[in-house]
């Protein structure tokens, strides 16, 4: 048996990332075996959405970060000005040297190098690791249409409002999405919807744009007060409660919303059509919003 190939990976991008204190390329980056969050995915991460490299919504992001880590008792490393000068000079860095209108960075905390054991160590340094990639939004054709989903079981554990690293559940819930060659997997824990693999999901009804409420089972996505915001602007009714089966397919809309999704219709569920089974006005309104939302970004 050889191990010349043993985990030799494929060939990394020389993008600028930022590692415990030190800037350098993507493909030089390293982390010990023994870092906690390789050994039990014990860490959180944030995904700052940037245009024109200016990040979106920043202080919401910061404040979803601070939630988590105090959820794993880990204390935040860098105050909110350093981590906003990393993310400004790595999404300003894939601009001028790929082109890149709009970008992703990817924030991620672990708690650290230590021996492994379950237990949580006191007093070790938090391993910080943050990288950049383009943003790719939803193609012309996507918000034309509206795109497929399909619905599962959520099989994930109660302490989904914490956006951690621990991510096998999603893997497994992204993947019937991908293997039915749709674009993502609404999920329900018994009778109620919960939320997609990586998205969050509404539901529109009469005009009111519905969601399910913030408790542990749902992540809150940083566009739960943007939406709000928008209906408020909009004169939409907006509701955050317990939503059933039944509820959800009798929907007259359905959307998705993250961070590279923005807002986006749902038109068709496990093969059938929702709704018109074309994209709704409640969802042409909540985009137009959105788009006013970043557009203030450069104003």
Same mark, same amino acid.
């Given at each position: 048996?050889?191990?010349?190939?043993?985990?030799?990976?494929?060939?990394?991008?020389?993008?600028?990332?930022?590692?415990?204190?030190?800037?350098?390329?993507?493909?030089?980056?390293?982390?010990?075996?023994?870092?906690?969050?390789?050994?039990?995915?014990?860490?959180?991460?944030?995904?700052?959405?940037?245009?024109?490299?200016?990040?979106?919504?920043?202080?919401?992001?910061?404040?979803?970060?601070?939630?988590?880590?105090?959820?794993?008792?880990?204390?935040?490393?860098?105050?909110?000005?350093?981590?906003?000068?990393?993310?400004?000079?790595?999404?300003?860095?894939?601009?001028?040297?790929?082109?890149?209108?709009?970008?992703?960075?990817?924030?991620?905390?672990?708690?650290?190098?230590?021996?492994?054991?379950?237990?949580?160590?006191?007093?070790?340094?938090?391993?910080?690791?943050?990288?950049?990639?383009?943003?790719?939004?939803?193609?012309?054709?996507?918000?034309?249409?509206?795109?497929?989903?399909?619905?599962?079981?959520?099989?994930?554990?109660?302490?989904?409002?914490?956006? &951690?690293?621990?991510?096998? !559940?999603? *893997?497994?819930? @992204?993947?019937?999405?991908?293997?039915?060659? +749709? =674009?993502? %997997?609404?999920?329900?824990?018994?009778?109620?919807?919960?939320?997609?693999?990586?998205?969050?999901?509404?539901?529109?009804?009469?005009?009111?744009?519905?969601?399910?409420?913030?408790?542990?089972?749902?992540?809150?996505?940083?566009?739960?007060?943007?939406?709000?915001?928008?209906?408020?602007?909009?004169?939409?009714?907006?509701?955050?409660?317990?939503?059933?089966?039944?509820?959800?397919?009798?929907?007259?809309?359905?959307?998705?919303?993250?961070?590279?999704?923005?807002?986006?219709?749902?038109?068709?569920?496990?093969?059938?059509?929702? &709704?018109?089974?074309?994209? !709704?006005? *409640?969802?042409? @309104?909540?985009?137009?919003?959105?788009?006013? +939302? =970043?557009? %203030?970004?450069?104003?």
């Amino acid at each position: 048996m050889t191990s010349a190939n043993w985990g030799t990976p494929p060939e990394l991008p020389d993008t600028l990332c930022f590692l415990n204190g030190e800037f350098t390329q993507l493909r030089n980056a390293r982390v010990s075996v023994l870092d906690r969050g390789f050994i039990f995915g014990d860490g959180v991460y944030e995904v700052l959405p940037c245009y024109g490299g200016v990040a979106f919504r920043f202080d919401q992001h910061m404040a979803r970060l601070d939630r988590s880590l105090a959820e794993l008792r880990i204390s935040n490393p860098l105050s909110r000005a350093e981590w906003a000068a990393i993310a400004q000079r790595l999404a300003l860095s894939l601009h001028d040297s790929r082109g890149a209108a709009n970008q992703l960075i990817y924030i991620q905390v672990t708690r650290g190098v230590a021996l492994r054991d379950h237990a949580m160590p006191a007093d070790i340094m938090p391993t910080v690791f943050v990288m950049v990639s383009e943003m790719k939004l939803a193609s012309p054709a996507q918000r034309e249409h509206g795109v497929a989903c399909v619905t599962a079981d959520d099989f994930r554990w109660e302490k989904a409002h914490i956006k &951690g690293t621990s991510l096998l !559940g999603a *893997v497994f819930a @992204r993947q019937i999405s991908v293997d039915a060659g +749709a =674009v993502e %997997t609404v999920m329900f824990r018994g009778d109620h919807l919960s939320e997609a693999a990586a998205s969050n999901v509404w539901v529109v009804k009469d005009g009111t744009v519905m969601g399910p409420p913030r408790d542990n089972l749902v992540l809150e996505g940083i566009r739960f007060g943007l939406i709000e915001e928008i209906c408020q602007s909009q004169g939409l009714r907006f509701e955050l409660r317990p939503i059933t089966r039944a509820e959800v397919w009798a929907a007259d809309e359905l959307l998705l919303s993250s961070a590279t999704k923005e807002v986006l219709p749902i038109t068709r569920l496990d093969g059938q059509p929702v &709704g018109q089974g074309r994209p !709704g006005p *409640v969802y042409q @309104r909540l985009y137009a919003g959105y788009q006013q +939302a =970043v557009a %203030t970004l450069s104003a």
